[in-house]
């Protein structure tokens, strides 16, 4: 093996390169034993240090994987075509260091708690549980949650209230769906919001109206001059400028609500996470007859593990769980089961409390990395924070040059937050970093920011 020693990069990252470029090529595949540190370094030469370290990163990043005891080998799922030329979907970009939004860390999900909780659950569910279930999620975890929801997120929930989901995007399919069967065919969304909403939104048939946003949040008042059946709000911390829905908005919207029979669809991803200020309680708290609410264990937990809920309004809630029941029948049983067992022995409780605490250190060291020229919103709750730019061209030039450093961030153009792309902006996403790598993405970030 010859190792790229030149660009300045180093030993470590040259080695680095040299094995992704042998596995992307599919010269080493799948199960290859790479040899052992020393004597890789002994052959080229080199301090083992430097191959271990070498060896580590690319485990972290998933192109290898290491056994105590039995070495490093090619990870399965690492080479393209590599188990014997059938044809394999593309590896998805690998970052070395993720700070794209709305990610959690990955590094902290609770799998030791998890693992028990699932073994319970596995022990105690009756017969029932290993058949087809109610649509609307097992009588189990929607009493732990109404429970959870009432004392920490302030909403007033009972569990024949909440249907179990897998996430929040199901849930807006679902009320999507519903809102269309029963003749709403204009929905408001956020100016700045996800795409990806907006997409499920007009898959559903409903056509968008867009309300502006600014540092009190969505700009409600708007609503009383466009004919809508519903609107799409994050009202907790509007994604992705970070701004919380005044209190005299909060009444504006639902008394429009009120008046017009409209729906208010409360999508609270990431509420857990407050830093500064007290808590805002959810708007289903307000008025649970006109608020769909949606929340999601996504970036409390993991978006691997596909758990959320939603709360709906009485007159709605039949044809949601139609809607549910014709999607996938119901959320998988045993996973549903073992977050009622998190919920009720505390352990989710506990979970938050420590990530909302690793977070918040987190922010703190972001913020202080981040040039104080430059202006950040959104530090008072939430996973991220948004760098807005005057120049679209300026968004594109730090996303390419944090790409070039395995840097990955998030973008309003490039993320398709604006419709049409009027804002530029950075979005940088703390949390996504396994905690082996975090100090070293926010070298990195304050390198390539630092450099514009
Ligand atoms: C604004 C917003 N809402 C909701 C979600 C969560 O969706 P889900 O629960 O389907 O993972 C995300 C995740 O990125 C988000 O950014």
Redesign the pocket.
Known sequence: MDIDRGGGRGLRAGLEETLREAIRSGRLVAGTRLPPSRALARDLGISRGTVVQAYGQLVAEGWLSGQRGSGTVVARTAAPGSSGGERREAMPTRWRFDMR???PDPSSFPRGEWLRALKQAFAIAPDDAFGYGSPQGRLELRTELASYLARARGLRVTAGDLLVT???????VLMARTLAATGVRRVAVEAQ??AL?REILRAAGHELVAIGVDADGARTHELESIDAGAVLL?PNRQ??TGATLSAARRLQLLRWARSRGAIVIE?D??GEFRYDGRPIGPLQGLDPGVVAY?G????TLA?GV?L?WLAVPGDLREAVMAEKRRADWHAGALDQLAFAELLRTNKYDGHVRRMRLHYQRRRDAVLAAVHPGLRVLGGAAGLNLLIPLEDPLQEAAILSAARLEGLGLGGLIADGFCEPPDSAGVIVGYAAAPRHAFDRAVETLASVLGRQ
Do not use: A, N, V, W
Request: net charge positive; proline share 11%.
């Open positions: 939004p709305g990610r897998t996430g929040f995007t199901q849930s807006l919001s996800m909403h994050t994604h992705p999508d991803y990431d949606g999601t264990t996504s970036k978006p596909r959320g």
